[in-house]
T-cell receptor, first 116, second 112 residues
C-alpha cells in the first residue's frame, strides 16, 4: 500500500509564476489536508478537502492560493503569482476519517517550493 | 487564537540518557494530542498519541503524559539512541475538527 504521494518534491519558480503541487492520498483515504512548513517552524494548517469538496479553507491565504480534489486524480494546491514569502515545504496528509473524529494523519514527503 | 507552545527548541543528550519535550496548549476543548517525528528532509510520522481520557501512555522507550488541568503534555524518550535524532512536533486537536495545531518543533540530537 503506497503512502501519500506528492510531486514534485522540489519546485523552483520565479516571482510572478504559478506553482502547482500534487498529492495522491493513501489508498482508501478520502480526506486530504494541506499544511505549510516554513523554515524552523511547525506545520500550519491550510485546507481540508474531500472528493470534489472543500470542507475548510480557513488556513489558506485569501488571495493567490487555491486547492481542489477532483473526483478523479490527485489533489492540487495552486499558488498563483508566487512571491518569495511563499517559499516553504508544503505537506499533504490524508486520513480515512473525517472531521468527526481524530487520529493519525499520514503525511507525504512534501513539496519544497523555492521562489527566486 | 489556538496555540501550542513547545519547549525546548533544541535538545542535545548523550546516548543512553533520557529526553523530555514539553508542550502547552491553549484550547481547553482539545482532546487529542499526537507527537510526530520528522527526520531531515522526510515526512512527519506519528510516533505516539494520547487522548484526554488517559493521563499517560507508553510504547517501549517512548511515553507521553497529559495534564488536562494545566493544559500541558510531555514526550519522554528513555535510553536514547542516535537514530532518535530528529525534529519532534507536538500537536493538539479536538473531535469534530482536523485542524491540528502543531508546536514549533524540538530538534533532538543524540550524541554517540
Amino acid at each position: 500500500n503506497a503512502g501519500v504521494m506528492q510531486n514534485p518534491r522540489h519546485l523552483v519558480r520565479r516571482r510572478g509564476q504559478e506553482a502547482r503541487l500534487r498529492c495522491s492520498p493513501m489508498k482508501g483515504h478520502s480526506h486530504v489536508y494541506w499544511y505549510r512548513q516554513l523554515p524552523e517552524e511547525g506545520l500550519k494548517f491550510m485546507v481540508y478537502l474531500q472528493k470534489e469538496n472543500i470542507i475548510d479553507e480557513s488556513g489558506m491565504p485569501k488571495e493567490r492560493f487555491s486547492a481542489e480534489f477532483p473526483k478523479e486524480g490527485p489533489s492540487i494546491l495552486r499558488i498563483q503569482q508566487v512571491v518569495r514569502g511563499d517559499s516553504a515545504a508544503y505537506f499533504c496528509a490524508s486520513s480515512p476519517f473525517g472531521g468527526s473524529d481524530t487520529g493519525e494523519l499520514f503525511f507525504g514527503e512534501g513539496s519544497r517550493l523555492t521562489v527566486l | 487564537g489556538e496555540n501550542v507552545e513547545q519547549h525546548p527548541s533544541t535538545l542535545s543528550v548523550q546516548e543512553g540518557d533520557s529526553a523530555v519535550i514539553k508542550c502547552t496548549y491553549s484550547d481547553s476543548a482539545s482532546n487529542y494530542f499526537p507527537w510526530y517525528k520528522q527526520e531531515l528532509g522526510k515526512r512527519p510520522q506519528l510516533i505516539i498519541d494520547i487522548r484526554s481520557n488517559v493521563g499517560e501512555k507508553k510504547d517501549q522507550r517512548i511515553a507521553v503524559t497529559l495534564n488536562k488541568t494545566a493544559k500541558h503534555f510531555s514526550l519522554h524518550i528513555t535510553e536514547t539512541q542516535p537514530e532518535d535524532s530528529a525534529v519532534y512536533f507536538c500537536a493538539a486537536g479536538r473531535s469534530g475538527t482536523y485542524k491540528y495545531i502543531f508546536g514549533t518543533g524540538t530538534r533532538l540530537k543524540v550524541l554517540a
